[in-house]
């Protein structure tokens, strides 16, 4: 691949307790283990950051999809769920991403939606690795 642009982020300390940088950026932040996972929750952490990076990647490969198939989304939005639990002696991820597009039908938004999820870079990354649910959502 050659890449059109790369990020660098550096984490630093105690790793989901250390703090985060993201070069060229206004990120500069604490990471805390979540309470739910025995932490105290004052800070980051990397589910909420993917689940950040996962909504709106999706919503511009959406976006983008409407764009090329010359449809109106209207005022849509992308909600992306990460969860992480134990899977045998490690740790997996899964995403649910709902989808609302209320300027289209049921059936058309679920349409739409697919095609994001088949040119989303992050979807592209996810497949075959973690599960990833892709829901249309109405208002």
Same mark, same amino acid.
């Given at each position: ?15 989901? %307790?250390? $703090? ?8 500069? +932040?604490?990471?805390? /283990? ?7 929750? *004052?800070?980051?952490?990397? #589910?909420?950051?993917?689940?950040? !990076?996962?909504? &709106?990647?999706? $919503?511009?490969? @959406?976006?983008?999809?409407?764009? %090329?198939?010359?449809?109106? @989304?209207?005022?849509?939005?992308? =909600?992306?769920?990460? =969860? ?5 002696? =490690? +740790? *997996?991820?899964?995403?649910?991403? #709902?989808?609302?597009?209320? &300027?289209?039908?049921?059936?058309? &938004? ?6 994001? $999820? ?5 979807? %592209?990354?996810?497949? !075959? %690795? /973690? #599960? ?5 959502? #109405?208002?």
């Amino acid at each position: 691949m050659d890449a059109m642009y790369t990020a660098e982020a550096l984490a630093t300390g105690a790793g989901r %307790n250390g $703090h985060a940088t993201v070069k060229d950026s206004d990120l500069d +932040f604490a990471l805390a /283990i979540p309470k739910e996972m025995g932490g105290s929750g *004052q800070g980051a952490n990397p #589910e909420q950051l993917f689940a950040a !990076g996962y909504a &709106a990647c999706f $919503h511009s490969a @959406l976006q983008a999809v409407a764009r %090329n198939q010359k449809v109106e @989304l209207g005022d849509s939005a992308v =909600g992306a769920r990460v =969860g992480i639990g134990k899977q045998g002696e =490690g +740790f *997996q991820l899964a995403v649910e991403l #709902e989808v609302s597009i209320p &300027a289209q039908d049921k059936d058309t &938004a679920q349409k739409l939606a697919d095609a994001a $999820h088949e040119v989303c870079p992050y979807s %592209n990354a996810t497949r !075959g %690795n /973690i #599960e990833v649910t892709v829901t249309v959502v #109405e208002d």
